[in-house]
């Protein structure tokens, strides 16, 4: 009777660890999941081309831009939604894609983004499927910083981006402009 006392004992205590370690490794999952909180840093101003989010969120400011803006850059960053997904593919843009100090993201795009900054690649012409649902690009000096977010996705609706993908993307916007890479 004794052995078995201690045994249910053992089990209990081991069971009691067990219980312990979840829980930490839940607090860990929290922890982990920060990213898909809500934005709450700096105010930011997006320029939209294309079709603007029907959402809103805090300390952002979605404002219609035309194409023409992304040459001047007046803005923190720019969306481009699939109204302009073809257009901006074309030849007379890649050098405004290849040398823009200003981070741009295509929202819910189907394809690849590196498309916009290389010669002879165009969006409606085989273009290699998108393996990120939301992609954006930078130049910094020299070098080209790229974003990606999520899964792709069949539809290429911007109002289908969840909101964990808009609150990252202004985080890392965020992060981009206090490193001081932008000219805005």
């Given amino acids: 009777m004794k052995i078995l006392i201690m045994i249910f004992a053992a089990l209990h205590f081991v069971s009691g660890c067990a219980s ?3 829980t930490v490794e839940s607090e860990e999952l929290i922890i982990k999941d920060e990213w898909k909180a809500a934005y709450d840093g700096q105010p930011l101003n997006i320029g939209v ?14 404002h219609t831009a035309e194409p023409e803006s992304l040459k001047q ?19 007379d843009w890649k050098p405004v894609f290849l040398n823009i100090n200003t981070p741009v993201f295509f929202m819910n ?5 590196f498309i916009y900054r290389v010669e002879e690649m165009h969006y409606e012409e085989a273009s290699p ?33 969840p909101d964990w993908i808009f609150n990252s993307i202004f985080r890392d916007v965020e992060e981009h402009l206090q490193q001081g890479n932008s000219n805005n």
Avoid at 49 to 62: A, L, M, R, Y
């Fill in 129 to 161: 499927k998108a393996t990120e649902h939301s992609q954006g690009f930078v130049r910094i000096e020299d070098n080209i910083r790229s974003w990606g977010y999520g899964d792709p996705m069949e539809s290429t609706d911007v109002n289908e981006t």
């Fill in 49 to 62: 081309i294309g079709e603007k989010p029907s959402k809103t969120f805090d300390n952002i400011t979605f």
């Fill in 20 to 22: 312990n370690e979840d």
């Fill in 109 to 113: 795009i189907d394809v690849q983004a």
């Fill in 73 to 91: 850059e007046e803005f923190d960053t720019y969306f481009i939604t699939e109204e302009y997904f073809a257009d901006l593919s074309e030849e």
